[in-house]
């Protein structure tokens, strides 16, 4: 194990404590402005640096994401972006609330995925950027990449999550995937939780063409629409002041029994370079099996947030750091 991948295990246990987490939160004042200032309107008295829970802020936010309204459509339909929409995206888009999900075929030209392909091998061999130290994953390759930059934020796709939300929303972090991430399982929100709840949609854009060997993303239609499932969900005892609790296998064995209890068959995404899909934060996804060794399986997530709610990663029970631009 390389110093870096001890310093990455080393933060991850630490991340547990609730005093180390609280002083890692203090080095971020400004990134956690906004969550100061929602815990302020949401009446919520607490320190901007402590950890958070849906369990302690659930029901105090107000509002709804536009798409999880009744006339959310309506709404959608009279807003002039959507009416200038191609066909078929406006079909999609009529469906979310249905199905939670919106799959753009082409949405974009196969330079821009050649050039951000090119950029980001170029990153690895230079040892710009360097795997996730628990899964084959990049974090926020779009910090050192302007082409994973322009595809994150395409003003095309920040035009469809606000027609989603019904409001502003900007980019939180990306994620780059060279082979298939073959995770279990899980939804958005238990990662990136928003009160009120539904104010967080995810992108997965593909940058080549994908089958079913190469270990495709996997959803279940309509899943959004369950309940969500939280911390108090998962059976694990009361909380401890002092420390997080691990919820991994939990977590884990509680979306297994979602699948197999949900009355729709999950969906693959087999894809062509520059399909995209789109999806609510609740919706239950995750990686299939790669089942043609030594298959990659290139692609960009986005994750995006809605503005002025209150952002939150249920799991690690933390604020999130906002980048700038949000409130
Ligand atoms: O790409 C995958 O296999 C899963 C990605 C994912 O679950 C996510 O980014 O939320």
Redesign the pocket.
Known sequence: MGPRERIARVKHGLGRLRPAVAVGQMAHRRALGPARRRYRELGLRKPWFGSVSHAEVAGRGAGQARLDRAGGIDELEADERFAALDPKLQAGLREWPRRGYVAAEGFFAPGAVAALNAEIDRLVSGGEIHQHHLSPRFMNVHRRSPAARALAEDPRVLEMIELILGRRAGLFQT?C?IQ??Q?EA?S?AFHMMTEPPGFLV?V?MALEDIDEGCGP?FYLPGSHRLPYVMTEDLGLGHPSRLVIADKGAAYVNRMRAVVGDHDAQPLTFTAKAGDVLFWHHNLT???SAVTRPGATRR?L?GHYFGDRVLCYHEVTERAARMPAGFD
């Open positions: 994620i995937f298939g991430s995770q899980h958005d995810g997965w993303v996804h995750g990686g692609s997530v």
